[in-house]
């Protein structure tokens, strides 16, 4: 029952985001990724007043330089998260640095994308985090060779509702800091 439910929140999420996009004045890009100013999250579109917890899915601006932290998460241990404490998550049917999730799928799991550097925040290892372009020409962040994302289903710092979710052919992970997914 809660897998439907949060299969339900990612569908509205992401009709509310594409139904934004639609109405967007032109400030936000809503064709390809884009992340939080303030340096830490991502979407691939949405509005440009966007932020968890304001009732948008998404945040909106890239970062200059996005970071890489961790955070401990009950049962899953210390798993990444951003500058801001939201989950980052690994998509099973990544074989390689390059992102397989766009169009529908990036909007409800919105990569983490930097236009700078990455940064490791407390706990992450610098010599696990790199970037990998996306088919946009985007940077995404990736640690341990995996591009990292959030869910949007994840209304606020801290939650991890995308643990374990099967969507759009493969399973999503929280990961931890050795870059490895957490499969509890």
Known sequence: MKRIATAAVCAAAALLTVSLSGCSDG???????SASSGGSSSSSGGSSSGGYGDGSPTPSATPAAATVATKSAGNLG???VDAKGRTLYLFLA?????????????QAWPPLLTSGAPKTGSGAKKNLLSTSKRSGGKK???YNGHPLYFYAGDSKPGQTTGQGLNQFGALWYVVNPAGSKVTK
């Not at 400030?27 to 990724?33: R, T």
């Not at 990544?94 to 990036?106: F, I, P, R």
């Open 94 to 106: 990544d074989k390689s640095t390059k992102s397989t999730c766009t169009g529908a799928c990036a």
């Open 27 to 33: 400030s936000a890009n809503s064709a390809s990724g």
């Open 140 to 142: 995404q962040v990736t």
């Open 78 to 80: 210390t798993i990444l």
